[in-house]
């Protein structure tokens, strides 16, 4: 079965406080998104990647793909308006007839087994979406008040949120809406169930400084 990841890296980043956007942002000499490329890239050997950049740094990203070793199985395309139309852009250049992994770029501790599970089910059911659990406790705000949520039915949704390419691809050609905040919710509009498996407490999304930190501790662990 064909593989492709398209890995969205067109933000900005404002919330990280920085002027160069926190995928450029280097941890130990490379920048954060050298990894997340490197992981999908050593996960399958067949794998192609469709990398979704702004159009301000596609000459970085053509540079940081022939870091990877690997440039000939990185396209680049720029990102749009909002994640639904950059994911749509990088859909674009994926055929129908592949299993389609959507991830985050600053999502750079994803590992290999976690890209694999996604992989499995996706063959399988058609669809998966990794998740994990709420350690923390959770009350819903609604109408002035708050009350408490049973957090053990609360997921938390990472990705690569990983689907059958024919099924991705006919759900984005519905026109976009702003409840549209992943993948998931795009191709659950289009009337498909959605399967969540088993994610990754490191494999969180880098947002803020403090995940740099944390970043370069987990990966210096890792080079020693």
């Given amino acids: ?21 926190k995928q450029f942002l280097l941890l130990h000499d490379k920048p954060v998104l050298w990894y997340t490329l490197r992981a999908f890239l050593t996960a399958f050997d067949d794998l ?5 950049l702004p159009k301000e740094y596609v000459d970085e990203g053509k540079l940081l793909a ?10 680049l395309v720029t990102g749009g308006e909002t994640r639904f139309h950059s994911v749509k852009n990088g859909l674009a250049l994926v055929p129908a007839d592949a299993i389609v992994f959507v991830h985050d770029g600053v999502r750079c501790l994803i590992t290999k087994e976690l890209i694999h599970r996604c992989y499995n089910m996706a063959l399988e059911k058609g669809n998966a979406v990794p998740a994990v659990s709420s350690v923390d406790s959770i009350r819903l705000e609604e109408n002035g008040r708050n009350r408490i949520v049973d957090r053990n039915k609360i997921k938390i949704i990472q990705t690569p949120q990983t689907f059958q390419g024919n099924i991705l691809k006919k759900a984005f050609e519905q026109d976009y809406r702003e ?8 191709v659950e509009q289009y009337g498909i ?3 969540l498996v088993e994610g990754e407490e490191l494999n969180f999304k880098m947002t803020k400084a403090l995940d740099i930190l944390v970043a370069e501790q987990i990966l210096k662990r890792k080079i020693l």
């Fill in 1 to 21: 079965m064909k593989k492709y990841a398209v890995i969205v890296a067109a933000g900005s980043g404002l919330r990280m406080g920085t002027s160069t956007p």
């Fill in 179 to 186: 409840s549209f905040t992943d993948e998931a919710s795009v």
């Fill in 66 to 75: 022939k870091s990877t070793g690997s440039p000939k199985r990185i396209k």
């Fill in 48 to 52: 192609e990647i469709v990398l979704v």
């Fill in 193 to 195: 169930k959605i399967n």
